[in-house]
């Protein structure tokens, strides 16, 4: 100990008589420090850090086999499929218990004046029950909520968005909260928990994909075939591997991609449309 605090007293003398020299150093120590703990931040929170719901490595996303080029329109964060493919999917899919899809959008919250924007989601009615996600308060959408023709539909709000908002009031539940302009009626709150399926976004607002057309009026992704807009996720039914259920949604592509095939495409577009194949990643994190 003796000898270590000599050592110390040593290095600060030299120190003191470079100031210039220490500032150097100093400063360099602190941005190597500030650089590191950054990149481990950000691995932690893309790479590392599992989605908050009930058995996260259960969870595959629903997409292509490679990275393809799309053509039409393209709309939100994560434009992998279209409506009609997502209900083809659903409606003939065997790999998971159960599956859902989900696409995002911007809110705007005022009825006139400033604009005020909400981060929202579109999901399908299972969005929350195949996740294991339970509410705050209130209720969440189910599969009852989500049927075309639903009108403005019913909005969950995050949880982070209702204490910002409305105080954490469980009178929130009931009320009104205007999306671009239309009246939608709260249900519920999502977990303290739950920020959504994007680690390091929180959204604020989930409403069904059935209110799309009331909410987005002309610019309606619904019907549109060449509208990219929504992506997937399946929830492994016990036994099921990813590889299995790769295979699986492998061989019902064709029959998929067939029956949705927009009617604008033709020649080589409607050729490399129809050759696409459907497989399943692992989308724990």
């Known amino acids: 100990?003796?000898?270590?605090?000599?050592?110390?007293?040593?290095?600060?003398?030299?120190?003191?008589?470079?100031?210039?020299?220490?500032?150097?150093?100093?400063?360099?120590l602190a941005?190597?420090?500030?650089?590191?703990?950054?990149?481990?931040q950000l691995l932690d929170g893309l790479r590392l850090r599992t989605l908050p719901v009930n058995n996260p490595h259960e969870l595959v996303d629903i997409g292509f086999d490679h990275q393809g080029w799309y053509a039409g329109h393209l709309d939100g964060r994560?434009?992998?499929?279209?409506n009609a493919l997502w209900e083809q999917i659903r409606d003939h899919q065997q790999a998971f218990s159960g599956a859902f899809a989900w696409g995002t959008n911007t809110f705007n919250l005022s009825r006139?004046?400033?604009?005020?924007?909400?981060?929202?989601?579109?999901?399908?009615?299972d969005f929350f029950n195949v996740l294991g996600v339970r509410p705050a308060q209130g209720r969440l959408l189910t599969n009852s909520d989500d049927r075309k023709g639903c009108g403005t539909g019913v909005a969950v709000l995050g949880y982070w968005f209702w204490q910002r908002e409305y105080g954490a009031s469980p009178a929130a539940v009931g009320r009104t909260i205007w999306l671009n302009g239309f009246p939608v009626q709260i249900i519920g709150v999502a977990p303290e928990s739950f920020f959504g399926v994007e680690v390091g976004r929180r959204f604020d607002v989930a409403v069904p994909i059935c209110a799309e057309?009331?909410?987005?009026?002309?610019?309606?992704?619904?019907?549109?075939?060449?509208?990219?807009?929504?992506?997937?996720?399946?929830?492994?039914?016990?036994?099921?591997?990813i590889e299995r259920a790769s295979a699986h949604l492998d061989t019902i592509s064709p029959a998929l991609f067939q029956a949705t095939l927009p009617p604008m495409y033709d020649g080589v577009l409607k050729d490399h449309y129809l050759a696409w194949k459907l497989r399943?990643?692992?989308?724990?994190?």
């Open 213 to 241: 057309p009331a909410i987005k009026g002309e610019g309606t992704n619904l019907e549109r075939r060449n509208s990219w807009w929504l992506a997937a996720m399946g929830r492994l039914k016990r036994d099921w591997t």
């Open 280 to 285: 399943a990643t692992p989308v724990a994190t």
């Open 78 to 82: 994560y434009n992998v499929l279209t």
């Open 1 to 28: 100990m003796h000898s270590i605090w000599q050592d110390l007293r040593y290095g600060l003398r030299i120190l003191k008589r470079s100031p210039g020299f220490t500032a150097a150093a100093i400063l360099t």
């Open 112 to 125: 006139g004046g400033e604009v005020r924007y909400a981060q929202g989601l579109w999901v399908s009615g």
């Open 31 to 40: 941005l190597g420090i500030g650089a590191n703990t950054s990149i481990f």
